[in-house]
């Protein structure tokens, strides 16, 4: 098993690399950040464009820009923006808050999806389950900003209702808060609730949805029935017989459940002005800067492939066939 | 959905093809179609049906609204600004007083349309070069699965939005076809893994040996075995695409001015969504409700054309799943060719390779 989890590591690493040297290519052709600079009125002199364009090294071709590039990035120097700012200097802080938003976000979505998906099969065609159905179908159809607005909107009714502000909606934090730890862990929290809910509403209606289907075939299968003609209690067969096997399909969707939720994280992020990566790609494209948005996607690729790795390890955990 | 299924005939049975024969006895004396079978079974799920009488009038309304509108969406009224809905503004005016009404109905026009271009052109894709990939296997499997593989890495939100001051500027058909190069990846892993056991049927076999191209081959034989499953994934790829146009327009990496889509209307809309909600609630509204109803239509095709699907079937469902079945599921793991079992029509439908509950 390990061989088989080392080489789909290796096969996710080149895939890591592939996908950051497309976007890199991609951004470069299509970029022009010097663009910013010629319209600027006055025109700058011609020898301050020269030099930007020698700095951005825009005459070499893209591979060679590549490569010093992806170099740098090994040492841990991820280049500077167009306005000269070093980029490490300011990842540190956006993959904290990217990583702050996707991992609440990934752990309420899949473990309250799985909740929901696994009870709604069980009481299939009772109220719950319509509901569920419902809601995630509407949920589903509702795209990440819509949810975020309306959410903002539902917290300013809130507010308004109480009379002090309970939830905040910009920012991941009070800029002129002060007081002790604990009440800055609850300052917080309190700008966390609502673009962790924007996140996470997606994930549970997306994880429940599958989650449901795959516990009803188990449902219905041979072998839960053997479970319990053996003598097992219908809830024992249904958690150590049943939801193992129905967590199997889940374990090859979570890979995937996370583009789904870098995408939503962009909005997210936008919406609730948290300046994270997804926040980053936006005004690294508005800034037609390569290297931003050369990093955004080797950060995205790099979370798709723990992720995708993570499933592999989940699916050898759960079903025993492919340990052998 | 209610075929008639009996209680014995449960899941991890492989044989729960029964569907056909079944629902053909519903009515005897008469003989029933597989064309009018699927009708039938599509107009029992109620859902559906008001997904696709909602798609009907949306277009309808989208594109005939103009006709008879009191304003044009370029049109200012000067004697309203930002005016709530009411009078002959039906849904309120903007800042500088256009009409909301009018400006909805544009950029339903243009969702709609590039939902349903993408959509068809993105299956189209799939099933391309999930064939290719599955009938020839080898070299040219590892290598197209391998692209895929690739793409799903890479969201296509990322790339689209990289891309985007490319085609700033040009023909929105240009966004169509980005669009479509990016969301064929989960459907072309499943035809995939449906050519795989499509190619050692007889008839494919028999179309080989008589010496047939591979290229007629897939476009004669395999491709139109997976109808069923096309016809599905083209809906909801449908949906999937409104969604992926209006998040892109959302950011101004989409549909540009002066063209507006659900998404840019949504965009300026949300700017002032606490003090005049009206700019973005009904665009927000109709996008919701165009996903919501392509997500029932899809829904309902499924049950109707691929009843068999689901295994496990323990009383009369009437609707199952979501906008993405578990059948459909991507297999990211090496192990999990499962997920793709072929579910063809039901009475042909071969022995059930799938060794998850079996």
């Known amino acids: ?73 090994v040492r ?12 490490s200097a300011e990842l540190g802080r956006r993959v ?21 998906g696994v009870v709604s099969a069980v009481r299939q065609y009772r109220f719950s389950d319509y509901f569920a159905t419902l809601f995630s179908f509407l949920v589903l159809s509702t795209p990440v900003f819509l949810v975020g607005t309306l959410l903002k909107f539902g917290a300013l009714r809130l507010n308004e209702t109480v009379g002090v502000t309970v939830l905040y909606f910009t920012g991941e934090t009070d800029p002129s808060f002060q007081g002790g730890w604990i009440a800055a862990l609850l300052d917080r929290l ?29 449902l219905g299968s041979d072998f839960l029935r053997t479970a319990q003609a053996k003598g097992l209690t219908r809830r024992k067969a249904l958690f150590k017989h049943g939801l193992r096997t129905a967590l199997i399909p889940m374990a090859t969707l979570f890979a995937f459940g996370f583009g789904l939720l870098v995408t939503g994280g962009v909005f997210t992020e936008r919406i609730f002005s948290w300046f994270g990566m997804g926040d980053w790609l936006v005004y690294g494209v508005e800034q037609q800067d390569t290297n931003i948005v050369a990093t955004v996607t080797l950060f995205v690729a790099v979370l798709v492939l723990v992720s995708g790795w993570l499933s592999d390890v989940l699916y050898a955990a759960l079903d025993p066939r492919v340990r052998v | ?49 008001v997904g696709m009488v909602a798609i009907a009038s949306l277009y309808a309304m989208a594109f005939l609204s103009p006709l008879f509108a009191p304003w044009d969406h370029q049109q200012q009224d000067y004697t309203a600004f930002l005016r709530p809905p009411g009078g002959n503004h039906w849904f309120g005016t903007t800042q500088i007083g256009e009409d909301v009404f ?64 490319a085609f700033r500027g040009k023909s929105w058909l240009l966004f169509v076809v980005l669009l479509a190069l990016f969301g064929w990846m989960i459907t072309a892993r499943i035809v995939r893994g449906m050519t795989m056991t499509l190619k050692e049927r007889e008839f494919v076999k028999a179309a080989r040996f ?16 997976m109808a069923s499953l096309l016809i599905i994934d083209a809906t909801v790829n449908v949906g999937a695409a409104v969604l992926a146009e209006t998040g892109l327009s959302y950011f101004g990496f989409g549909v540009q001015p002066p063209d507006v889509s659900l998404g840019t209307l949504i965009a300026t809309g949300t700017r002032a969504a606490f003090t005049f909600p009206w700019m973005f609630l009904f665009a927000g509204g109709f996008l919701v409700l165009t996903v919501l109803s392509v997500n029932w239509v899809g829904d309902g095709l499924r049950d109707a054309l691929d009843p068999t699907s689901t295994r496990a079937r323990r009383r009369e469902p009437r609707r199952r799943r979501a906008g993405a079945t578990a059948s459909a599921a991507p297999s990211a793991a090496p192990a999990t060719t499962s997920s793709a079992k072929p579910s063809t029509t039901p009475s042909d439908r071969p022995q059930s390779t799938d060794g998850s509950a079996g």
């Open chain 1, 96 to 116: 904290g808050v990217s990583l702050r938003l996707f991992l609440l976000g990934t752990i309420l979505g899949v473990s309250l999806g799985v909740v929901v």
């Open chain 2, 1 to 49: 959905m209610s075929v008639t299924l009996k209680d014995t005939d449960s899941a991890g049975t492989s044989g729960a093809a029964a569907g056909g024969p079944v629902d053909a006895a519903v009515e005897p004396g008469r003989t029933l179609t597989r064309g009018r079978l699927v009708l039938r079974r599509f107009l029992r799920n109620r859902l559906a049906l």
């Open chain 1, 76 to 87: 841990g120097d991820f280049g500077s923006t167009v306005t000269d700012q070093p980029i």
């Open chain 2, 102 to 165: 009018a400006q909805t109905m544009r950029g339903l026009q243009k969702s709609l349309t590039i939902g349903l271009l993408v959509g068809v052109i993105s299956t189209a894709l799939a099933s391309l070069v999930g064939a290719t990939a599955g009938y020839f296997g080898g070299w040219v499997d590892r290598i197209l699965m391998w692209l895929v593989d690739l793409l799903l890495v890479l969201p296509s939100f990322l790339i689209i939005s990289i891309a985007s001051p």
């Open chain 2, 210 to 225: 008589m010496g047939q191209s591979p290229l007629r081959i897939i476009l004669r034989h395999i491709v139109p075995n």
């Open chain 1, 1 to 73: 098993m390990a061989g088989f989890l080392l080489r789909r590591l290796a096969n996710y690493v080149v895939l890591c690399l592939v996908a950051t040297f497309l976007a890199f290519t991609l951004a470069s052709l299509t970029f022009d950040p010097l663009a910013k600079l010629n319209e600027r009125n006055p025109p700058p002199p011609a020898s301050t464009i020269e030099a930007k364009r020698r700095d951005l090294r825009l005459d070499e071709p893209v591979p060679q820009r590549f490569v010093i590039w992806m170099s740098g990035v």
């Open chain 1, 190 to 218: 309190r700008h966390l609730v609502l673009p962790t809910l924007a996140i996470a509403l997606h994930q549970i209606a997306y994880y429940s949805r599958y989650q449901r289907s795959a516990m009803l075939d188990v």
